[in-house]
């Protein structure tokens, strides 16, 4: 029988600080106030903040800890270490890293509400078309929204298709799929119950734009066709990564 206890870090000041300070500021203030008195045999952690706090409590606790992400300090003294295959640190000399590709999916069930919401979408296979959007790694261009849209007008008719924005969607691409999509196309907009993880898991199909490697990683893990719309510009990892997911089959 397993316990499992789900701890929360709310977010403060001092997580702001490099992970090495915020190590030792938990240090410090464990002998002023007690917190953390649960026992643990084992604790998962992932980000970055989560990681002082992991290995401040496996050093309490005397059990291991397994992170996901790079935990940015002390990567030696975590037992294990799941990092993203696009993830450019140098590892060679780590033993206790394992490289991944894709994610670790919550395969819940569609709720209720979702079936309810959606149900029209069941009714023939569903192609799923998951937008991205500008940030700090990828830009993306009118001509990447056209081509996108126009080679998803192709699609036979007996497919639904469903368009689904992430946060990043700029106006002026949502505006260029709301004007060129085909009129029997789907399109959500986070005007209403997010359909992303229902789509997860009723889709047949899946086209995901290029730099968004959490949504593409999502869709890969169903075991169903993923295919990637190109963009103009992204990181040379991202593109590295899509080369390798390509070169493996994956996509």
Known sequence: KINIIYKVIRKGIINYLPNLLIYYFIFVKSYFKKAFDNKYDLIVSCGRISAPYSLFLKNKNK???????????????????FLPSHDTLNTSNSNNII?????????????????????????????SCFIGGDGRSSRFSKSNVLNLVEKTNKISSKFSVVYCFSRR?????????KLK???????????CINPYWYLIKKSQYFVVTEDSISMISDAMSTG???????????K??????????KDKGFV
Do not use: W
């Open 63 to 81: 059990c291991q800890n397994f992170h996901i992400l790079d935990p940015y300090f002390f990567r030696e003294k975590f037992d294990l270490i």
């Open 99 to 127: 490289r991944i590709i894709g994610t670790f999916v919550n395969r819940r069930e569609p709720t209720r509400e979702e079936i309810l919401k959606f149900k029209f979408l069941s009714k023939k296979k569903i192609v």
């Open 169 to 177: 969607t700029s106006k002026e691409a949502k505006n260029i799929i």
């Open 181 to 191: 999509k085909k009129k029997e196309h789907f399109l959500f907009d986070y005007d």
């Open 224 to 234: 169903k066709p993923v295919y990637i719309q190109e963009i103009d510009y992204v």
């Open 236 to 245: 040379r990892k991202i593109k590295n990564f899509i080369s390798m997911l």
